[in-house]
């Protein structure tokens, strides 16, 4: 609870701070910031009860850049007599930190809790670099790994999600034996789309899906072309023929939510008496 002093010597100075209802903030940053100070508020004055919806309330809207957040409420519920929640708290802050200094603090902190008793939960998600854990709903591994922490037995609901990947939710249920689990997500699939313009009539667009004309074939028609062809993200094949022109072939790249637009310009084919 060291952090709530700190933040009370700024408190006083701020206007509109008698009301105990959640201070609506003009973006989840700023909001996150009005929660967490009027929760070490509430908190410094013994309103344990009243506290616990403002941390919730940082927690959920910037819980990276309040991970003291996370450390109060355990505190504060501790100090209410809530000894699961709290010891899930203090292993969510270890875990968010991801310190040896942490990891000892949230130890020490949860002496009198019968976390001894309890089993270890090791969650884990890939591709990790870019990868992010939630439980109940809480961000609890901002570097993809959470664990292994001792947890209260019970269910927890877990997201693991990435940027660009298909999240997974799924209910893990914790009692007396270790749990470890990993996901691998799905990469999603972007698209954009292509436009080919050629400058001859009656000339023959054929688009395939992948760097070569021997994947699927996306488009076949004559050109003017009536609407762009949705590709996914990557590169493509573009074939471009006509009679008395030279074959014109290209890989074109596709770039998420964009459109790819190739300008054609075919070369008549020298007559085979001189070739």
């Avoid at 959920?60 to 409420?73: K, P, V």
């Avoid at 899930?88 to 949230?106: D, K």
């Avoid at 609407?227 to 573009?238: L, T």
Wanted: charged share 25%; net charge negative.
């Amino acid at each position: 609870m060291r952090a709530w002093i700190t933040i009370l010597v700024l408190l006083w100075a701020l206007p509109g701070w008698a009301q105990d209802e959640p201070a609506a903030g003009p973006d989840p940053t700023v909001a996150a910031l009005d929660a967490a100070t009027r929760a070490n508020e509430l908190a410094s004055r013994g309103r344990y009860a009243d506290a616990v919806p403002y941390y919730q309330k940082a927690i959920r809207l910037d819980g990276r850049n309040h991970e003291l957040a996370y450390f109060n409420l355990a505190e504060v519920q501790k100090a209410r007599g809530n000894c699961r929640a709290a010891v899930l708290m203090f292993q969510l802050y270890a875990s968010m930190v991801a310190s040896p200094e942490a990891r000892a603090e949230a130890n020490a902190a949860m002496k009198g809790c019968p976390v001894e008793k309890w089993p270890t939960l090791e969650l884990k998600v890939e591709p990790s670099h870019a990868g992010e854990i939630l439980i109940d709903g809480v961000l609890a591994a901002p570097g993809g790994t959470f664990g292994p922490l001792r947890v209260p037995p019970g269910s927890y609901e877990v997201t693991f999600q990435a940027a660009d990947h298909h999240p997974e939710l799924e209910t893990i249920e914790v009692k007396a034996e270790p749990v470890s689990v990993t996901r691998t997500l799905k990469k999603m699939t972007f698209f954009g789309t292509i436009v080919v313009n050629v400058d001859t009539e009656g000339a023959q667009v054929r688009i395939f899906e992948g760097p070569s004309d021997e994947t699927k074939e996306l488009f076949k028609g004559l050109v003017p072309m009536k609407k762009p062809v949705k590709a996914r993200e990557g590169r493509h094949f573009v074939e471009v023929t006509c009679d008395g022109y030279d074959r014109w072939i290209r890989n074109v790249s596709v770039g998420r939510d964009l459109e790819s637009v190739v300008d054609v310009t075919l070369r008549r084919s020298l007559p085979p008496e001189i070739q």
